[in-house]
Nanobody
Framework: QVHLVESGGGLVQPGGSLRLSCTASGLSIRDAYNIGWFRQAPEKRREFVARITRESQAYYSDSALDRFTISKDNTKNTLYLQMNNLKPEDTAVYYC?????????????????WGQGTQVTVSS
């Protein structure tokens, strides 16, 4: 059974940085066809942030492009999201998600395994 555990969230000032981690068990990050980060703000739907394929091809939402970097460490079986130049609108619970089967796009409906989430709050 796949188990994903996120960590690294917290309170940061605008312009600051955070690195989120997602440690996996029950699967090899190296072999994950499509795994990524999503976020959900209060009263809003879960939205795509970034994903990375088995071949290490990375994809980003428009809001994450040029500020966030997704990466994976196969030796630690961990997925990361480096977030720089954070803005108040980045405030949300961030989730790590594993796509179902060979789903290869960005919709949360295509991801069947989720972690419990980590809160990111950007505020002065």
């Amino acid at each position: 059974q796949v188990h994903l555990v996120e960590s690294g969230g917290g309170l940061v000032q605008p312009g600051g940085s955070l690195r989120l981690s997602c440690t996996a068990s029950g699967l090899s990050i190296r072999d994950a066809y499509n795994i990524g980060w999503f976020r959900q703000a209060p009263e809003k739907r879960r939205e795509f942030v970034a994903r990375i394929t088995r071949e290490s091809q990375a994809y980003y939402s428009d809001s994450a492009l040029d500020r966030f970097t997704i990466s994976k460490d196969n030796t630690k079986n961990t997925l990361y999201l480096q977030m720089n130049n954070l803005k108040p609108e980045d405030t949300a619970v961030y989730y790590c998600g594993l796509a179902t089967g060979t789903y290869s796009s960005n919709s949360p409906s295509g991801f069947g395994s989720w972690g419990q989430g980590t809160q990111v709050t950007v505020s002065s």
